[in-house]
Each structure stands twice: as structure tokens, then as C-alpha cells.
């Protein structure tokens, strides 16, 4: 026949459908410690409908969620992430709460949207908590309003991986004498916590801790006069940079003393 006789190189022959390289591997690093998919329920709890249609449009054709395992389901009993849009109204916070306390554990509750994180525009509204983190423990921020498809499936990717982590958490307890000594225990932690923070404000992460041990190891020295050692870490000190972290310190070191 005539079709026979035509050279097979002039012929036109579509292309293997393939998986892409790098989805399968996206898939396959998603997938391999969860063994099997999983299931969003979403909680409408007060927005516009437009994170919606970017929800509805990320588990399309087009962009198809479902080849990661990622499925919508109908219920909050069959799901293990709890996806939450919109503004969290006090008409719907009651409901939002049910949906949470229907999902069996472990699961992972993502706030959707610029409303679902913080309330977006509605946020002063009377009639409005907030976003979802009032209400709810959020593990998973996508912000967006609304967000893309792809940003979608990013968050989703997030969930995976911290609903891999709660489904494999493990625990240790460092048996006695194993724990680790802090540094200037005579200083009460949130004392110590607030000279860290101060110092590092000013001098930077690493400058700021190097001045603030050198300023702590001063006070635990001499207990009985602190301020006299504070006193003498100053004028000892000849870097009039370092010399202002001090006396900063020092005037937090009073308001504590004040306070308490």
C-alpha cells in the first residue's frame, strides 16, 4: 500500500507521555516515608470565594495536586491536613473548631490566604477574630490573596513534610547527669534571656553575645556588689562602642531589679 512506501522519517510520531524527572522525584521524596496519600479538608470560614477558585484550579487538570497523593475530601474524619480560608468570623468559629476536633491525630492545620493568616482586610472588622492562629494551632502559612496554584502546592509540600515529621516524632529524655550545664546559672533565665536579646539588638548575633557573656561574667563574680562590677566592667572598658552595650545593659539590669 501506499502508506508503506512513504519513508517512516518523513512521518510524523507523537512523543512518549513521561513523567517529568523532576516531578517524580518531588513525588517520590514526598511520598516515600507517608506511603500513601493525602487528604485535605478545607474550612470556609469567612472570605471572598476567591481562595477558593485557586484551590478548586490546583487540583485540576492543569496543575494536578493529585499526582503528589494530594486528595480533597468531604469530611474532617477522613482528613490529616485541615486547610482554613478566609477571615475566622464568631459565627464560624465554632464550626472551625469541630472540623478540628473531627481530625484524627496527627494532623496539620494550614491557614489559606491573606484572611486565613491574619485576617487581610477584614481584619478590624466587629465581627472577626482575626485569622485562623487565635483560634487554631497553625503549622503551615501560605500567604496570597489569593495564593497561586503553584504557591498552593508549595504549602501543601510543607504540610507533607511536617505530617511526615509528626507521624515518625520520637522523643528523648537525657537520663541524669547527661544534661548540659548553662552558662551563669546564678541569673535568672528571662534575665539572661533579655541581656541576650539587647545586646545582640545593638552589636549583632555574634558580637552581641560575646559582650553580653563578658557582661554576665561580671555579675556572677561578685554577688554580693553587682553593680560595683558592672560599675567597674565600664570604666574599664575602653571602646566607647562596647561601653555603650554596657551601660544599656546596665539600665536594663535596674528595671529588673525595679520590677521585681
Request: aromatic content about 10%; glycine content about 8%.
Amino acid at each position: 500500500m501506499l502508506e508503506n512506501d512513504f519513508p517512516s522519517q518523513l512521518q510524523w510520531r507523537p512523543d512518549p507521555v513521561a513523567l517529568d524527572a523532576k516531578v517524580a522525584e518531588a513525588k517520590e521524596r514526598l511520598l516515600g516515608s507517608i506511603k500513601r496519600s493525602v487528604y485535605v479538608y478545607r474550612v470556609d470560614c469567612g472570605g471572598c470565594n476567591g481562595c477558593e477558585i485557586e484551590i478548586f484550579a490546583t487540583i485540576t487538570a492543569v496543575f494536578d495536586a493529585e499526582r503528589f497523593g494530594i486528595k480533597v475530601v468531604p469530611s474532617p474524619r477522613h482528613a490529616d491536613v485541615l486547610l482554613y480560608t478566609g477571615a475566622m468570623t464568631r459565627a464560624m468559629r465554632e464550626p472551625a473548631l469541630r472540623a478540628y476536633h473531627a481530625a484524627p491525630d496527627p494532623k496539620i492545620v494550614m491557614a489559606y490566604g491573606a484572611c486565613g493568616c491574619t485576617g487581610g482586610i477584614f481584619h478590624d472588622n466587629y465581627c472577626v477574630w482575626g485569622g485562623t492562629d487565635p483560634i487554631l494551632p497553625v503549622d503551615v502559612y501560605v500567604p496570597g490573596c489569593p495564593p497561586s496554584p503553584p504557591a498552593t502546592i508549595f504549602g501543601f509540600a510543607c504540610a507533607l513534610g511536617l505530617l511526615d515529621q509528626k507521624l515518625h516524632e520520637s522523643h528523648h529524655v537525657a537520663p541524669v547527669g547527661e544534661e548540659a550545664p548553662v552558662a551563669f546559672p546564678a541569673i535568672p533565665y528571662k534575665v539572661r534571656t533579655a541581656f541576650e536579646r539587647e545586646a545582640r539588638r545593638m552589636s549583632g548575633y555574634y558580637y552581641g553575645k560575646q559582650i553580653v557573656d563578658e557582661f554576665m561574667m561580671a555579675i556572677a563574680k561578685d554577688r554580693v556588689n553587682v553593680f560595683g562590677a558592672v560599675d567597674a566592667l565600664i570604666d574599664g572598658e575602653a571602646d566607647m562602642r562596647k561601653k555603650a552595650v554596657f551601660m544599656d545593659l546596665k539600665t536594663l539590669l535596674l528595671s529588673k531589679v525595679v520590677d521585681e
